[in-house]
C-alpha cells in the first residue's frame, strides 16, 4: 500500500507556481516558433476560421491570377499581330503607290488632225503650233455657213463654226466621270478650249509642234472627248455629248462615244506594274500566314477564337469575368484583293489606273478596320491588367488581414518569455525556501 505524501502549504503553492510559469512558457515558445498566437481553434474561436476564411479566398484569388495572365498574353498575341499585320498592310500601300508612280504606257490619248498648214506659217511667220492655237472657234467673217478661214498676215483664222451657234461646250468621259463645261463662241481660241480641258481633272490637252490638238487621259479609262456648239448651253452640251464639232478641231464624232471608240489606250504593259504584282501579292498571302501564328496556348483571337478571363472566385450570376470574341482576319476579309496584269472581276488590274484607286482605297479602309480591333483589343487588355493588378492587391490584403487576426508580436512574446523565465527562478527559489522550512523540524532529533 503506497502511503500519500503530504506536502506543506508554502511547498505545494510553490509548485504549483512553477507549473503555471512552466505552461505559460510552453504556450509563448509555441508561438514564437509557430509565428502565431492562434495556432487551433481552441486559442481563439473567432480569429481562427476569420483568418481561415480570409486565407481560403486569398488561394482561390491567387489560383485565379495563372488564368488572367493567359488572358493578358492571349490578347497581347493577337495585338501583337494586328501590328504586323498593319505594317504588311502599309508595305501593300507603297507598292500601290509604286505602281502609280510609274509613268503608264498606256494613258489613253489620241492627236487630231492638224489645224494650221504650211501655207499659214509661210504668212504668218509663225509656228504651226502657235497659229493652231491663236484660231479662233467661230467664223469670223459672219454669215450662217459653216466656214473655216484661213489665216493671214494679219489674223490667225478660225475653224468655221458657224456664227449663229453662239455657245461652245466640251464633255469628256472617263469611267463613271464626266466633265462638262460651256462658254461663248466670240472670241474663243484653240487655247481656250486646251486650258479647259486641263482644268478638267480628267485630261490634258496640248498642241504640238504641227499644229495638231493632243487629248490624253489622266488614267487607263477611255476616254469620251466631245466637242460642240448651239444656240444655247442645253443645245451646245447636247452637240458635245455626241461629238457634233469634233471634225473642226481635228478629231472625229465617235471620240465622244466611249462605248463606240471613244480614245483609247495603247494597250501597251508596263513591265514595271508587272512586276509589281508578285510583290504585292506575296504581301497579301503573309497577312493570312500571319494572322494563324497569332495565338497563345491554341487561342486565336485573329481566327475567330473566343478568349473568357475569370476575375472571382464565384460562380453563377456572381461571377466575374470578361469575353472576347475574336475575329477571322484575313486578306478578303480586309477587303484586299488579288493583283493581276489583267481586267478580272474580283481583282486588282495593276495595269489599270481606277484599279489603283479602287486598291488605295481598300487598303486604308483596311487599315482602319485594324485600328479597330487594336482598339478593342487594347480596351480588352486594360480591363485585363486592371484586373490582374487588383487581384494581386486583393490577395495581400486578405493574407495581411489573416495575419493580424492571429499572427504573433514576437518582440513581446519575447518579452514574455523572459520575465516567465525570471518568475521560474524566482519560484525555484520559493521552493527551496519552503524545503528549508521543513526541513527545520530534523534539527529537533
Known sequence: MIMAVTLSAGVRSAVSSLSSVQSQATAIQNRLATGKKVNS???NPVNYFTAASLNERSSQLTGLLDGIS???QTIQAASKGIDAITKLVQSLQSTVKQAQADAAQNRPTKAGTALATATEAAVTSKSLKDIALDKSIGDITGGTAATADAATASSSGDLGIAA????LAISITAGSTTY???????????????????????ATAFVDEKGQLNVKGNGSETVGFGFGSGTDDATALTSAAAGGDNTAIGFAAADAVVATSGLTSSNVTSA???????????LRDQIDQLAKDAGYNGVNLLQGDKASIQFNEKT??????LDIQGTTLSADNLGISQ?????????TNFQNDADLDTATKSLTGA????KSISSSLGANLSVAQTRQDFTKDLTNVLTQGADNLVAADGNQEAANLLALQTRQQLSQTALSLSNQSDQAILRLF
Not at 164 to 167: C, Q, V
Not at 273 to 282: A, F, P, V
Not at 367 to 370: A, E, F, I, P, Y
Open 316 to 321: 453563377g450570376s456572381s461571377q466575374s469575368k
Open 367 to 370: 487599315l482602319t478596320s485594324l
Open 164 to 167: 449663229a451657234n453662239t455657245k
Open 272 to 282: 514595271v506594274r508587272s512586276n509589281l504584282i508578285q510583290q504585292y501579292n506575296d
Open 70 to 72: 493567359n488572358g493578358i
Open 41 to 43: 481553434a481552441i486559442d
Open 339 to 347: 493583283a493581276t496584269n489583267t481586267q478580272l472581276a474580283g481583282f
Open 180 to 202: 462638262t463645261k460651256t462658254f461663248d463662241t466670240a472670241n474663243t481660241t484653240v487655247r481656250d478650249v486646251v486650258n479647259e480641258i486641263n482644268k478638267s481633272g480628267v
